[in-house]
T-cell receptor, first 114, second 110 residues
């Protein structure tokens, strides 16, 4: 079956622009996660949804970052007034249930802020 | 100090070698331990998932967990050029989020 898909795969933004990154999880997966991966580093947790409820947003680096999953399926990560330090790969993962369940990752969106 | 420490490498080995990858962690709340493989410009894919201390084997891969020492390992036997990738250890505690190591870049030379 289809895996986790993300779009766009690459995004270039000028500093100060707003961007929106989309994640389509595996159909039927209850939990959805966003991670940020800087060059040469492991992914770092940003936020977690169970269905449409955002249960943990402790990893969001600032109030410029906002995520939503209004219908419990597709999710969007929005970054307002982008800064150069926001340049990274943004990974989305989904799992069937949640705790202690395998997380399946998408290919990521590579964001470059000039 | 990071919760999960992983030697970034890079590690270069000849084809057929046994590869040993390691992570240490400091958070006693971690209960589940995973190894992911990540090819360039791809998302991480799960290789191994373990819960208890001890060994778990899957084909050429063996995952080892020592909770008393807070140390996990991944062994790759008969390494192949197709194993060339970045290997990430990851851990999960009471929160649903995964905490990753920084990754070890492995190259298997033909």
């Amino acid at each position: 079956g289809a895996g986790v898909s993300q779009s766009p795969r690459y995004k270039v933004a000028k500093r100060g622009q707003d961007v929106a990154l989309r994640c389509d999880p595996i159909s039927g997966h209850v939990s959805l996660f966003w991670y940020q991966q800087a060059l040469g580093q492991g992914p770092e947790f940003l936020t977690y949804f169970q269905n449409e409820a955002q249960l943990d947003k402790s990893g969001l680096p600032s109030d410029r970052f906002f995520a939503e999953r209004p219908e419990g399926s597709v999710s969007t990560l929005k970054i307002q007034r982008t800064q150069q330090e926001d340049s990274a790969v943004y990974l989305c993962a989904s799992s069937l249930r949640g705790f202690a369940d395998t997380q399946y990752f998408g290919p990521g969106t590579r964001l470059t802020v000039l | 100090q990071k919760e999960v420490e992983q030697d970034p490498g890079p590690l270069s080995v000849p084809e057929g070698a046994i590869v040993s990858l390691n992570c240490t962690y400091s958070n006693s709340a971690f209960q589940y331990f995973m190894w992911y493989r990540q090819y360039s410009r791809k998302g991480p894919e799960l290789l191994m998932y373990t819960y208890s201390s001890g060994n778990k084997e899957d084909g050429r891969f063996t995952a080892q967990v020592d909770k008393s020492s807070k140390y996990i390992s991944l062994f790759i036997r008969d390494s192949q050029p197709s194993d060339s990738a970045t290997y990430l250890c990851a851990m999960e505690g009471s929160a649903r989020q995964l905490t990753f190591g920084s990754g070890t870049q492995l190259t298997v030379l033909p």
